[in-house]
Each structure stands twice: as C-alpha cells, then as structure tokens.
Nanobody, 128 residues
C-alpha cells in the first residue's frame, strides 16, 4: 500500500517562509515523479511544481516560480517544497502526489490525472 504523508504546513505572515515535506512509503520503484498541488476553497486543484524521479529536472507554475523550490531526497523517500516570500494568495490545502508514466520525467505542466498516489494534504495559511 502506497502512503504519502505531508508535513510542515502552518500559518505565517505575508513574506514569510515554510518548508513542506512529503514522505513516501510502499512505492515499488524509485522511478516515480512527484508533485505538489494546492486547492483553495471554491477553486480547483492546481498543480504548482513537479520533479522528475532523479531529482534533476523540475517544473513550476508561473505564480510560484522564483519563490518556491521543489527538491527530493531519494535516500529518504522524501520530497520537499521550500516556500519563500509567501503571499495571501498562496493560502490553500497543499497536497503531494507521486506517479509513474509521464510523471516520472516531469516534462512540464502535469494535471492531477498524471499522478496515481496522493497525500491527505497540509494547510498553509498566509495572512497579510
């Protein structure tokens, strides 16, 4: 059974930083891409970053580019999202996801359907 567990969410003021973690267990292969998605109340789930299975390539949506950094430590089966210069519009429930297929390579924007496995989410709240 695949299990993804997020941690590191919380409440910060605008301009602050948070670091999210996502630890995976039960995945049969290391060849899986990982991604971060977020969903604000009343909005659709939005993909914001992904990283390929090697950790050598990443993609960011324009709204977080230059502020967020995705990384992974395959030895620990853990992915990270360093979020700096947070803005109130970053407030959302943040999910991590893992998947094979196209997601292995993180070639660019990937929708939720590209990822088979999901965490339960961690809340990030940014106040102005």
């Amino acid at each position: 059974q695949v299990l993804l567990v997020e941690s590191g969410g919380g409440s910060v003021q605008s301009g602050g930083s948070l670091r999210l973690s996502c630890t995976a267990s039960g995945l049969r292969s290391e060849r899986y891409g990982m991604g971060w998605f977020r969903q604000a109340p009343g909005k659709e789930r939005e993909g914001i970053a992904c990283i390929n299975w090697r950790g050598s390539a990443a993609y960011y949506v324009d709204s977080v580019k230059g502020r967020f950094t995705i990384s992974r430590d395959n030895g620990k089966d853990t992915m990270y999202l360093q979020m700096d210069n947070l803005k109130p519009e970053d407030t959302a429930l943040y999910y991590c996801a893992a998947g094979g297929g196209t997601a292995q390579f993180c070639p660019g924007f990937l929708g939720p359907s590209e990822f088979k496995n999901w965490g339960q989410g961690t809340q990030v709240t940014v106040s102005s």
